[in-house]
């Protein structure tokens, strides 16, 4: 890239990063100690407020770039992630948004040991959730890796790296000094942004091709090098009977796991009420639904425009299809509009990042103190005291989730969020929907359910193409791939259900009728909610 792609697009760079830690320092300056502040944002926000922020959470690199990418490679089959995101949407307001606000109180064990043995299930849920968290963090390392090695002209390892740590860096200082509010209003700033140019560059597209939307797929089918089969199912996901199931096991990892996102569970307790919660969600799925069609927009877009052999020589795994469809339609490289407009769409791209990182990792970091620290430590602390812990566990978990983005740096975004729903729906879901809405659901129950797809889910990653034994993989030279499947979903999800089944009726514990009956009351009443 040219030196004015760089030098513009790091100025608006900065520009949202001297704003993002403006708000974070101001934020930080008031009531520090306050777990409520510090994990809730002291539930002041409206169901608007509240909705931009839950978009701007979901809207991640794996939206903007990856699937946008998918699309530009794949066609019809990349169309399918855009699906599972948005009916996700569907199981989260009419099965968790109310339920899980008037039961819980930051993180999802709230939830579940309502009404179990405290100590083992905020053990177990804490753990899966940290987990889920993790692989989601490295999807948008990931992204930030691609897109400044693209921005600075440069395809080394080192250019990656270091915008690897960069974002790190960034994230765990908004998550340790600013807590929810802070991160709630980067969301929605970023959330604004992002919808304001994924609009812009749609406009463009439609313009590039007098709104001829069939002339748009044809010239994508033409230039992606497959014809007419770019348009239709089986180019990704129908060429095998592997093929199939994976992308099976995909549709439900995507569909299910949303309800199981530590990240977009804990949004749900910054507003006042359940009722405000349930807005939030019709908010939400309004702000995402729209993306999500611009994104088939541009994806067609990109291939039509760049060209799909563009695209895999730029990056294999097709993350930079929006920034170069960018500079294409203001121009071309060399141009001013075109600078102007790769700019704009990188630094958006980089403040999705920054946005999304900070929420995951303020979830990971209050399952960690909220969950983790107080179970292990056998008597809860002050608030305080959690509160220090949280900070100290936001930096731990992102030097973890910085060493995975450098080894997974060659993997679409996309589908690393892909794994991190699976998880999330394996081992997360049947934990939360048993223990609202299974009278006889015990502590063992509870247990068995998170580990039991938890553990499922992790080993066949572990023993998948994604790992060993292909090309792409992680480790291309070895080969320990024994599950063909590159999605473990449609394996895991049914184990964790299974499990769970398994542990309360094996259990001697019997199940408490008079907890049952408050956590009913409260999950649908709001009566006794926090």
């Known amino acids: 890239m040219t030196g004015e792609h760089q030098t513009l697009a790091l100025l608006l760079f ?3 990063v001297a704003v993002t830690l403006g708000i974070t320092t ?3 300056r008031r009531r520090r100690g306050s777990a409520e502040e510090f994990y809730a944002g002291g539930r002041l926000f409206s169901p608007m407020e509240n909705g931009f922020a839950i978009a701007g959470d979901y809207m991640s690199a794996a939206s903007f770039l990856g699937v946008t990418g998918l699309i530009a490679l794949y066609g019809y089959d990349g169309m399918l992630y855009v699906v599972g995101f948005l009916v996700a949407w569907l199981v989260v307001l009419f099965l968790v948004a109310e339920l899980v606000r008037n039961c819980g109180r930051f993180t999802l064990a709230d939830v579940v040991a309502a009404r179990m043995s405290e100590r083992p299930v905020r053990i177990a849920a804490g753990t899966s959730s940290v987990t889920v968290s993790v692989l989601y963090l490295v ?10 090695a693209l921005l600075l002209g440069r395809t080394s390892g080192a250019a990656q790296a270091w915008a690897v740590i960069g974002v790190g860096a960034l994230m765990v200082i908004y998550v340790s000094l600013g807590g929810m509010r802070a991160t709630t209003w980067i969301q929605i700033v970023k959330a604004v942004l992002l919808l304001s140019g994924t609009i812009a560059l749609t406009v463009l597209v439609l313009l590039r091709f007098h709104g001829d939307v069939d002339r748009l797929l044809l010239t994508a089918a033409d230039r992606s090098g497959h014809g007419r089969a770019f348009l239709a199912p089986g180019l990704k996901y129908g060429g095998t009977w592997t093929a199939r199931l994976d992308f099976i096991s995909l549709g439900l990892a995507l569909v299910l796991g949303t309800g199981g996102l530590p990240h977009i569970l804990s949004r749900f307790y910054t507003v006042p009420t359940a009722r405000a919660a349930r807005r939030s969600a019709v908010w939400s799925i309004g702000l995402i639904g729209g993306f999500y069609l611009m994104t088939i927009v541009l994806g067609f877009g990109a291939a039509a425009v760049v060209g799909t052999d563009t695209l895999r020589g730029s990056n294999a ?3 930079t299809a929006v920034p170069l469809l960018a500079l294409d339609l203001g121009g071309g490289a060399g141009s001013t509009g075109g600078t102007v407009l790769f700019a704009v769409v990188a630094a958006v791209a980089f403040a999705t990042i920054l946005a999304v990182v900070a929420g995951i990792t303020l979830a990971s970091s209050a399952s960690v103190a909220h969950d983790l620290y ?3 430590r056998r008597s809860r602390g002050t608030a305080r005291s959690e509160v220090a812990v949280a900070r100290w566990a936001a930096v731990g978990i992102g030097v973890v989730a910085i060493a995975l983005g450098l080894l997974a740096r060659d993997l679409n975004v996309a589908f690393l969020v892909g794994l991190a729903f699976a998880v999330a729906a394996s081992a997360n879901l049947p934990v939360l929907l048993y223990s609202l809405f299974w009278r006889g659901f015990t502590t ?5 359910a998170v580990y039991g797809g938890l553990i499922p889910a992790l080993g066949l990653v572990l023993l998948s193409p994604v790992v060993s034994g292909s090309p792409t993989s992680l480790f291309p030279d ?3 791939q024994y599950f063909p499947l590159q999605n473990p979903g449609i394996v895991s999800v049914p184990l964790g259900f299974l499990a769970g089944w398994l542990g309360t009726i094996t259990s001697d514990e019997a199940a408490d009728e008079a907890k049952y009956a ?8 709001g009566a006794g909610a926090v």
């Open 444 to 448: 063992r129950g509870a247990v068995w």
């Open 139 to 148: 999807a948008q390392m990931v992204g930030a890796g691609s897109l400044v």
């Open 374 to 376: 107080a179970s292990l």
């Open 478 to 480: 070895v080969d320990f």
């Open 518 to 525: 408050e956590t009913e009351v409260r999950s649908l009443t």
């Open 26 to 28: 101001w934020v930080s």
């Open 317 to 319: 795994a097709g993350n």
């Open 14 to 16: 900065s520009g949202f």
